[in-house]
Every structure is written in structure tokens, then in C-alpha cells.
């Protein structure tokens, strides 16, 4: 277990407090983490105890299978055996990354409607790329669900910097798809570094490089590290550079291996094993697992019984075979890490340690061009290279949902694209106008405003300078700026001079670009006002884009502030608390997606209620199986206790030769029927059957309970009997001690004699049916059910505790405090003691109270109040001391 119980901490006890589930998704693992109030933080632990899962999903006829389950179906039904799904999220059906996931998978790949990939099982259902990760995402959140006993809907998931808009709209729509809520997407290099700096502080600021080298690419991030001192001990993370390369991830690895694998095949057996999907299926996974030994030995033995056309494959690869197979990617290993460290503006000599993570670290190949890279000293294998990245994210999605106290780790991310927007100049001669307007190395989370001198609608174009990656188009929104006509006539009418369109450009915490706010915006003449709007707002606003304004990032901003609200810069106050509301009119937006679309809302409720149909039906199987096992075992055990074997059983004891022969007939009948209808029968059926031999056997059970509860009981039933007496004697006694001495009593002597007579009663009760049920068998029913008996007790119980806890008369010099602590009854004293326990979360917090009360009612003597749980109304001692 690794727990960090320093890091975390409840902000509150608060019932309401939502758990945050992280997931890391890569092309070939799951990882996931919850952070949940009472459950250690960890991995999340899959149904078979591991703590990660294989990135798959596939289906045996009807039945749907996740993880490792999933990835095995591969060699027998390669169909139906989806995995490495992560290389196809938001793709292009014509880029390279289909192209490259045809080469590895043997799995349909199809065209959706909206020019992106979908998976075709063999029985020809097809699932959007979306819908498959939606499968895997609410298999995790129902994981999550069933470990933490509550509902799991918050959720953030790890992306690769390098994942452009189309990537991460194909994530957000997934999450939406399996019923999750995106509370954030983070960058896999930036949730390492948040796991890093959990337990260390950077007193002197330190930049370390983050290299990633997982299944989908290798990438490299270079993060500066800070920790601030005094009064604001928080520690900052800037993501200062990023440097990927696509074509060298673990999948081009395996690849790689296979290609070997099927060579030898293909030379030694004089066949092409590439025309057999279940062989190439089953040499895949040969190929994952030739791989690992690879990387701690120097050569791999491999058999595989009746890989195809029947034939058994036997072949060795060395370290030296695969290594050569990789000639071509040696010099492409280490070189994110140069092209980081260039967008940081840095040289190696500003780092201070290169930290591995991803499970391709392990590969001998890629291990030695890091060190020869950056120089074995650098580097740092101090995170766990499997889970710092789930870990992290799980850290940062707390902190963003504000539920729990975690250390003050400040992220700020930056985007791994130059976004441009382009616009028709409509001036003189159209023309377009194009605007680097977040260029690589931005700031997440910061918006820019962009002025328009405009009178009519018009479109703001986003591209991507260079596609991102290669093969995915570069335009990727275009928003419609509306109702401009009518404002700036508007405006111009309120005498409004220049009115110019400002729209704000936000770059997200997740990294998506959008339009979050556009108005019509014109200076109104007001003497008051009227020279120090003109100094702000007034310069430059002659040419077509006149104005980019940055404003300071601010995590979390309101998106859909208003261009007048939302800079706070603190020599602009003196204008914003002057500007008139009614001269700026929000404008309309209308947002278009060019080429690759992310799901519509009515594609994800489709695609919603195509999984819930799956979950239902799934649920449904369950039921009946479990109903079915149930039955099952039900029967084989009413069969052992019908059993002449076992003689002496109780259920022999407490039952009738009858009724034992009529639950073997109903018993023999229902064998027959299992055997017979057991597979077409339905869920109900078996319930139903069941309760029918339970019904029979109910009354037996009964009796046995009863003879097993009576001397309990009645035990029960004495005691309150014997106290009773008790109470009654002494009480007797004081009265008369203290009519002597001329001092009031607490009882009447009605009281007294009215509790004598429920005592009689009974006793006289208990007399009487005690003795009947003695000559009871135990295969007859109880004349006395112990449920009555025990509420004849309580009876009694009641009445006794009245009159015992009657307060001493106002009069009366006696402390009454002793008669709370002295207790008549061994079930009086349990119960104050199970008051206490179940109350001690309350007690806790009151405790201050508690302490601040006793010492200010602390006797002139000093002698402090005894505090007694419950408190009720104690008498105060001082009263005492005074009177006497
Ligand atoms: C890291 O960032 C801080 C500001 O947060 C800056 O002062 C410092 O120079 C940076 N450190 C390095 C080594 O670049
Ligand atoms: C924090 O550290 C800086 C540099 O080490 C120092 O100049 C500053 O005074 C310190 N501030 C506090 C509040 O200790
Ligand atoms: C990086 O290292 C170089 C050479 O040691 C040094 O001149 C430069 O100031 C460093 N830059 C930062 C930001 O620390
Ligand atoms: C904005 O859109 C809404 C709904 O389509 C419409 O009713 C409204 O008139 C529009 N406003 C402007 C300023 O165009
Ligand atoms: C413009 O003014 C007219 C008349 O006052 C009003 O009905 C309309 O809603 C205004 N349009 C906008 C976009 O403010
Ligand atoms: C503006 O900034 C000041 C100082 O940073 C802050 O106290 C204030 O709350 C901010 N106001 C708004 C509206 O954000
Ligand atoms: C009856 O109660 C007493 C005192 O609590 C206990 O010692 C005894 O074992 C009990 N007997 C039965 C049969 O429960
Ligand atoms: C009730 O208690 C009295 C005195 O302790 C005892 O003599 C009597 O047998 C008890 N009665 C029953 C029914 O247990
Ligand atoms: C009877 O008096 C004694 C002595 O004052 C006291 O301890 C005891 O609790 C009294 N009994 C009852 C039943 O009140
Ligand atoms: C003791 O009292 C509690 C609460 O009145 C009751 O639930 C419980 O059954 C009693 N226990 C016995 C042994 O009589």
C-alpha cells in the first residue's frame, strides 16, 4: 500500500462530500485512483486485486469482457477483441493513426458518420471509438463505486500533451458517455509532477524533466518546481517545455517484435501468417511478453501451441535481433527531451534530475539513449513509474473539486500546439487576417480579448498552424459572431461613439480553446467618465483587430465573464467602476466544427442509451445467475439436512417426520425441474421455487431460534425481576428511614404499590408460561414466543426506571448525582455505554465546550463538576457548599 495520510486530509465530515475518481488511460493499461472521504488513498484495485487493468473490451458471443479477459479473447475471437483504442481517439478515419492501429490490431475498423473510427465486431455491431473507451470508463467508475459503497461521478483523466482539441473532445465525449463528469483532463508529464513535488519542497526553485515513454509515444516535460516561503508556502508548478515523438511508443515496439516473430514463422514454415488474424492476434500478445523478458535478458525463448494452420511455433529472439529491428528509432528516443528543453528556453545545465516514468522506460534500448542523452547522473527512477501518473491526477482532481485539503500544489500548464485565428477583413478589399493567438508554450487557463472595429456578423477561424498531430486537419472550430448589426446601432443610438465587437479567447485549465464571451462594446459620452474611458479603451482602435489584450490567467475564471468584469488589473479599477452597464450588449455566438466533430448531445444520449442497454441486460444476467446459484445450492443443502446420515442435526430435533417428508417431495420435484427447465427458466422462477421450500422449512427454523433465544430470555425477564425486587426493598426502606427523620421522599407510597403489582404481574406471568413451555418439544411450536417475553420485560423495565430516576424532591439536601452513577441493572449501565460510543463523534467536537464549561463551574473549593455523557441536568455542587 502506498498511502500518503500527510497529503491529504478531510476538509470537513460533511455527508454531502463527493468522491474523485482519476483515471490514467493508455493504449494498453488502465489505472485508476479514488479519493474518497475514509478510503485510503491508492490505486484503485481491479476485480482481480491488480492494480492495473489491460485497456480492452471485447466480447464471447453475448457476453462483454473488460481487462485482461478482454485482451485474451484476441486469439481466439480477434474480432471481437478490441484494445489500443487510445491511438484511435478523435483520429481522422484517413490518418495515420488508423493506419498505424490497422497494422497492429486485427480488429474492423469502420467509418463513422463523422469521419472518425468505429470498431466492427464480427457479428457486424459497430462501436463509435467513444463508445468503446465509454465502456472502460464505466467499468472503472462501477470498480470504484463498489470499493467505496457510494456513487462516483467526478472524474479526471490523464491526456498526452501532444493531444490536440479532436483528441480531447474524443476523451470529454467518453466520460460523458459512460455517465461520468469531466472535472478536468491533465497532461500525463504535468500529473507526474504533481505526485512529485507531493512529498518534496523546492525551497530553491529546481526544473526537472519528466520523460514519458508509454505505449501511444514518448514525451518529454520539463517542469519548474518552486516552493514559496513564509506566507505562502504553496508550491508552484510551471510546465515550461514539451517535446513528444509519436512514432516510438511501446505499440511501434511490439510491433516491431512481432514483425520478427512473424519472419521466423513465415521462413521456417513457408507460410504467410499475416493472412491469419487469430495467429497475428495471438502473436501480439507473444510479442508484449518477448518484449518484457528482453528487457532483463539478452535472448527469449517463445512457443506457441497451434499458432496456425495447426502448426506449433518454436524460435529464440535475442536482445541484439530486436534492437537492430529498432535501428531506425534509437536517435528518436531521447530527442523529446532536446526538443523540451528548446521550447523552455533551457540547456541540460538548468536541470536537475531526468525522472523515467511509463512502462516502455523498462526497455534497455530506450534506458541507455536517456542516459547517453543527459548523462547517467541525471537520472532519477524516484517515482513509481506504473502510478505516478494516476496518483498525481488523483491529487489535482481533489484539489480542483475543493472537497478536500490537499497540499497547496498550484499547476500551470501550458499548450503544446500555435493556435491562429484568421477573420475576413471586410475594410477596403477583403482580405483575410490571420493572428498567432495562443502560440505554443501558452499559459493554460488564460484568455485574450480581440477588438473588432465591425458592423456586421462575422466568423473567427481556429486552426492549428501545423496539424496536430500529423494527419489531423488543422481547422478545428468557427465561431459565429451575431447580432451585430443591431448592437452597434443600439449603441450608436445610446450616442456611443466607435462601439467595436471584443471578444474574449479562452485557453482552458484542459487545454480546449473557445469563443467565452463576445460583446458589442462602445464609449458613452458622461463628463464624469468620459476622459479616462477614452485613455483606456480609446487607443488603437482604428485598424480592423485592434486590440489583444492578455489578462492574467486565473484557474477556474468564469468562462463566461464579461469582457468589463473580468480584468481586475488593479490600475484599470478607477474605469471599471465608472463604466455604464447598458454600453456593452452581449453578443451572440454560434459555434461550428469544420471538420472533425466532437458528439453531438443527441450522439451521446444515443450512445448513452446503448451502453445502459448493454448494463442492463448484464445486470439482468447477473440476477438470473445468482438466482440460479442460489437455487442451487439451496437445494444441495436442504438435501444434507434431510440426509439420514446426519442424525443429531437440529433441524432433525425441531422438526416432524411430516413436515420433513413434504420438503423432500418438494425437493425431489424441484431437482427435477432444475434439470429439466434450469436453462430456459426465468429469474422469477427460481425465486419463486426457492421460497416455496423455504416456506416449508420456515417453521422449523422458528423453533429452533426460540429454543436457542429462551434462556436468554429469560434470563432477560429475571433480571429486570430480581432488580425490581430490589429497587422496591431499598426504596422501602429509605422511605420509612426518611419519614422518620421528617424529610421528603422522592415516591408516594401509591408508586411503590403500583410497582409491586407489575412486578406480580410478571412474575405470575412468567410462572405460569415458563412452566408450560418446559413440556414443549422441540419439534413443537413454543407456547411462548421470547418476542413477547422480552416485551413483558421492557414493560416492567419501564416502569422500574421511572420511579428509579426520579429526581430528589427541590427541597432536599441529597445529591442526586450518585444515582446516576450507581446502576441497579447490568442492561442499564450497557446501554449508557452504547449511548457514549455511538455518540463520541459529537462528543469530540464538544468537547471544547465541554472544557471551558467545567472549569468555569468549578466549585469555590475547586472541586470541578463531574461530567457525565448525556449531562442531564446536573445538579450543581456550589448550591451544596452554600447552603451548608
Ligand atoms: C522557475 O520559476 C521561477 C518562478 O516561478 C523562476 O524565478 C525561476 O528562475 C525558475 N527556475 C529555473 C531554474 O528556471
Ligand atoms: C522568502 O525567500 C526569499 C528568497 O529566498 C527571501 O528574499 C524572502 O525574504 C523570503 N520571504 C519570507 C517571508 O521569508
Ligand atoms: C541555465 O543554465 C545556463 C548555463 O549554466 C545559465 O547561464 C542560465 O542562467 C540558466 N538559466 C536559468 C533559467 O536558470
Ligand atoms: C441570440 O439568440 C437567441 C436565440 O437564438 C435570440 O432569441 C436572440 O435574439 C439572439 N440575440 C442576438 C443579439 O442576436
Ligand atoms: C436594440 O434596441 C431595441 C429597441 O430598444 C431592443 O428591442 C433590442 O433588444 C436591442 N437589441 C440589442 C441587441 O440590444
Ligand atoms: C480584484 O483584485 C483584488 C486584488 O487582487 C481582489 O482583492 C479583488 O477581490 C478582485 N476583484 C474581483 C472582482 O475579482
Ligand atoms: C444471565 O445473565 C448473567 C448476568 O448477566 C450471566 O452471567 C449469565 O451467563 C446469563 N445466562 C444466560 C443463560 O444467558
Ligand atoms: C423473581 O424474583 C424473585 C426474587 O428474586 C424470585 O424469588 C422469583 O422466583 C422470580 N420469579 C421468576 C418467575 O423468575
Ligand atoms: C436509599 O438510600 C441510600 C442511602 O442514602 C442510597 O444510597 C440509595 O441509593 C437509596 N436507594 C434508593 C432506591 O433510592
Ligand atoms: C436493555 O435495554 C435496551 C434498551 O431499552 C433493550 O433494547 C435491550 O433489549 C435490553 N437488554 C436486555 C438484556 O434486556
Redesign the pocket.
Known amino acids: 500500500m502506498r498511502l500518503l495520510p500527510l497529503a491529504l486530509a478531510l476538509l470537513s465530515l460533511d455527508s454531502a462530500l463527493a468522491a474523485v475518481l482519476a483515471i490514467d488511460y493508455g493504449s494498453d493499461w488502465i489505472k485508476a485512483s479514488i479519493m474518497s472521504p475514509g478510503v485510503p488513498f491508492d490505486v484503485l484495485l481491479n476485480k482481480d486485486s491488480k492494480r492495473k487493468m489491460q485497456a480492452s473490451v471485447g466480447w464471447k458471443q453475448s457476453t462483454r469482457y473488460f481487462g485482461t479477459d478482454a485482451f485474451n479473447l484476441a486469439s481466439r475471437f480477434p474480432t471481437d477483441s478490441f484494445s489500443s483504442i487510445k491511438l484511435l481517439q478523435g483520429a481522422p478515419f484517413d490518418s495515420p493513426a488508423v493506419a498505424q492501429y490497422a497494422r497492429i490490431s486485427s480488429a474492423e475498423i469502420a467509418q463513422t458518420a463523422r469521419d472518425t473510427a468505429a470498431l466492427r465486431q464480427s457479428d457486424g455491431t459497430e462501436w463509435a471509438v467513444e463508445e468503446l473507451v465509454a465502456m472502460q470508463f464505466a467499468y472503472v467508475k462501477q470498480l470504484a463505486e463498489s470499493s467505496t459503497g457510494e456513487k462516483v461521478t467526478d472524474v479526471i483523466v490523464t491526456v498526452p500533451p501532444f493531444f490536440s482539441q479532436f483528441q480531447r473532445d474524443a476523451v470529454v465525449d467518453a466520460i460523458e458517455i459512460s455517465g461520468l463528469r469531466t472535472l478536468a483532463l491533465i497532461n500525463d508529464g504535468t500529473a507526474v509532477a504533481v505526485n512529485y513535488a507531493m512529498t518534496r519542497t523546492f525551497p530553491t526553485p529546481e526544473n526537472h524533466i519528466i520523460f514519458d515513454a508509454g505505449a501511444s509515444g514518448i514525451r518529454a516535460t520539463v517542469v519548474n518546481f518552486s516552493t514559496g516561503n513564509g506566507t505562502n508556502p504553496a508550491t508552484q508548478i510551471n510546465v515550461v517545455g514539451v517535446g513528444y515523438d509519436l512514432s516510438t511508443g511501446g505499440t511501434e515496439l511490439d510491433r516491431r517484435l512481432r514483425e520478427i516473430l512473424i519472419e521466423a514463422f513465415n521462413a521456417k514454415h513457408g507460410k504467410d501468417l499475416r493472412t491469419d488474424k487469430r495467429g497475428l492476434a495471438k502473436l501480439w500478445k507473444e510479442a508484449g511478453r518477448v518484449k518484457g523478458i528482453l528487457s532483463a535478458n539478452v535472448e527469449a525463448s517463445s512457443t506457441i501451441e497451434s499458432l496456425a494452420w495447426d502448426i506449433d511455433f518454436r524460435t529464440k529472439v535475442s536482445r541484439a535481433d530486436f534492437e537492430t529491428a529498432c535501428e531506425d528509432l534509437k536517435p528518436k528516443f531521447a530527442q523529446p527531451i532536446q526538443d523540451a528543453l528548446k521550447s523552455a528556453g533551457l540547456t541540460l545545465d538548468n536541470i536537475t534530475s531526468v525522472i523515467l516514468t511509463g512502462g516502455s522506460t523498462r526497455t534497455p534500448m530506450i534506458q541507455a539513449a536517456v542516459k547517453a542523452a543527459v548523462g547517467e547522473e541525471k537520472i532519477a527512477l524516484n517515482v513509481n513509474a506504473d502510478e505516478a501518473a494516476v496518483l498525481g491526477a488523483a491529487l489535482h482532481g481533489a484539489s480542483l473539486s475543493r472537497q478536500f485539503k490537499t497540499k497547496n500544489i498550484k499547476v500551470q500548464d501550458m499548450s503544446a500546439y500555435d493556435v491562429q485565428v484568421s477573420y475576413l477583413a471586410t475594410a477596403s478589399t477583403p482580405r483575410t487576417i490571420t493572428t498567432l493567438i495562443f502560440p505554443a508554450g501558452s499559459k493554460t487557463g488564460s484568455k485574450k480579448t480581440l477588438t473588432f472595429k465591425r458592423k456586421e456578423d462575422f466568423v473567427i477561424n481556429f486552426d492549428y498552424k501545423d496539424p496536430a498531430p500529423a494527419g489531423f486537419p488543422a481547422r478545428f472550430l468557427e465561431v459565429g459572431i451575431e447580432g451585430v448589426a443591431e448592437a452597434i446601432a443600439n449603441l450608436t443610438e445610446m450616442g456611443a461613439t466607435d462601439p467595436v465587437v471584443k471578444a474574449t479567447l479562452t485557453l482552458s485549465e484542459s487545454g480546449f480553446v473557445s469563443v467565452s464571451n463576445a460583446v458589442a462594446f462602445g464609449e458613452i459620452k458622461d463628463e464624469s467618465i468620459a476622459g479616462k474611458l477614452k485613455g483606456f479603451f480609446g487607443a488603437g482602435s482604428s485598424s480592423e483587430a485592434v486590440e489583444e489584450t492578455s489578462e492574467d490567467s486565473r484557474p477556474r475564471a468564469s468562462t463566461s465573464a464579461s469582457s468589463t468584469s473580468s480584468a481586475n488589473a488593479s490600475e484599470a479599477t478607477p474605469e471599471k467602476k465608472a463604466l455604464p452597464k447598458e454600453n456593452t450588449i452581449t453578443l451572440n455566438t454560434t459555434v461550428v466544427f469544420p471538420t472533425i466533430p466532437p458528439m453531438t448531445v443527441d450522439e451521446k444520449k444515443a450512445a448513452r442509451s446503448r451502453l445502459r442497454t448493454i448494463d442492463l441486460e448484464e445486470a439482468a444476467v447477473a440476477r438470473k445467475e445468482e438466482a440460479r446459484n442460489g437455487f442451487e445450492s439451496y437445494l444441495y443443502r436442504m438435501r444434507d439436512l434431510l440426509d439420514p446420515e446426519n442424525a443429531d442435526t437440529p433441524f432433525k430435533q425441531c422438526s416432524q417426520e411430516s413436515e420433513r417428508q413434504a420438503i423432500s417431495e418438494k425437493l425431489d420435484e424441484s431437482f427435477a425441474w432444475l434439470y429439466d427447465r434450469g436453462d430456459v427458466a426465468e429469474t422469477s422462477q427460481f425465486l419463486d421455487k426457492r421460497n416455496a421450500l423455504e416456506t416449508l422449512e420456515r417453521p422449523i427454523i422458528h423453533r429452533y431460534k426460540e429454543i436457542e433465544e429462551f434462556p436468554q430470555a429469560l434470563n432477560n425477564s429475571?433480571m429486570w425481576?430480581?432488580s425490581t425486587?430490589l429497587f422496591l426493598n431499598e426504596a422501602g426502606e429509605n422511605m420509612t428511614a426518611e419519614a422518620e427523620a421528617g424529610l421528603p421522599s422522592k415516591w408516594t407510597q401509591d408508586e411503590l404499590e403500583a410497582l409491586h403489582k407489575t412486578l406480580k404481574e410478571h412474575?405470575a406471568w412468567?410462572?405460569e408460561w415458563?412452566e408450560k413451555q418446559k413440556a414443549v418439544k422441540a419439534n413443537e411450536d413454543p407456547v411462548i414466543e421470547t418476542t413477547e417475553m422480552k416485551a413483558r420485560a421492557k414493560v416492567l423495565e419501564t416502569a422500574l426506571m421511572k420511579l428509579y430516576k426520579r429526581k430528589v424532591p427541590k427541597t432536599t439536601k441529597k445529591k442526586t448525582s450518585a444515582t446516576e452513577e450507581a446502576t441497579p441493572s447490568p442492561n442499564a449501565s450497557a446501554n449508557s455505554e452504547a449511548e457514549t460510543s455511538t455518540t463520541s463523534a459529537e462528543t469530540s467536537t464538544t468537547s471544547a465546550e465541554t472544557s471551558t464549561t467545567s472549569a468555569e463551574s468549578t466549585t469555590p473549593t475547586g472541586e470541578p463538576t463531574v461530567v457525565i455523557p448525556d449531562g442531564e441536568q446536573q445538579a450543581p455542587i456550589p448550591t451544596i457548599h452554600d447552603e451548608l
Open positions: 429475571q425481576n430480581w425486587r412474575e412468567l410462572n415458563v
